[in-house]
T-cell receptor
């Protein structure tokens, strides 16, 4: 069965520090992988995606993620966190099989940023 | 251009009442999705439309939930005889095949069943 695991429920970092949010997936075929961010009271905004090709993908707001097939991981990174990055981050895998088209989500990681 | 819009943004209803939630996808997007976000369950897929047909309804939690899409555009999610466990944020997304099925989300409708 398809699944996504985000092992860290909550992370706190200091402003200017580096960040890595972990994501592990289970999917039988080549995955489509996504990271979305949700700020309080806001909708989900796409940060970046991986479909194929270069395993290091760049996204908006200075984020990047690396797809590692051998580890079934798609970790999100940012070299220097800003206070405005405080939000909930969701990793998702896109299912496309037959008539199925949906995203399977992790439970999210809540990021707090200390000044 | 305009993004996905949803209405109402908030809805409070009494247990047993019916509610309708509306989604306007991005113009030209052929696929539309409904998800539910609740505290205990995270984000759950409900239903997927391609055009006006729904090839995947596997996520609808019970027969009290139904959805339709007309004109390949607007979609309505209907919950009949609402229960307190239906309280959640209902999110709509749309995608265009040309964009590799990346889903773009609306702001959601927050439903509270008293």
């Amino acid at each position: 069965a398809q699944s996504v695991t985000q092992p860290d429920i909550h992370i706190t970092v200091s402003e200017g520090a580096s960040l890595e949010l972990r994501c592990n997936y289970s999917y039988g075929a080549t995955p489509y992988l996504f990271w979305y961010v949700q700020s309080p009271g806001q909708g989900l905004q796409l940060l970046l995606k991986y479909f194929s090709g270069d395993t290091l993908v760049q996204g908006i707001k200075g984020f990047e993620a690396e797809f590692k097939r051998s580890q079934s991981s798609f970790n999100l990174r940012k070299p220097s966190v800003h206070w405005s990055d405080a939000a909930e981050y969701f990793c998702a895998v896109g299912v496309r099989a037959g008539n199925n088209r949906k995203l399977i989500w992790g439970l999210g990681t809540s990021l707090a940023v200390n000044p | 251009g305009a993004g996905v819009s949803q209405s109402p943004s908030n809805k409070v209803t009494e247990k047993g009442k019916d509610v309708e939630l509306r989604c306007d996808p991005i113009s030209g997007h052929t696929a539309l999705y409904w998800y539910r976000q609740s505290l205990g369950q995270g984000l759950e897929f409900l239903i997927y439309f391609q055009g006006n047909s729904a090839p995947d309804k596997s996520g609808l939690p019970s027969d009290r939930f139904s959805a339709e899409r007309t004109g390949g555009s607007v979609s309505t999610l209907t919950i009949q005889r609402t229960q307190q466990e239906d309280s959640a944020v209902y999110l709509c997304a749309s995608s265009a095949r040309a964009q590799g099925e990346t889903q773009y989300f609306g702001p959601g409708t927050r439903l509270l069943v008293l």
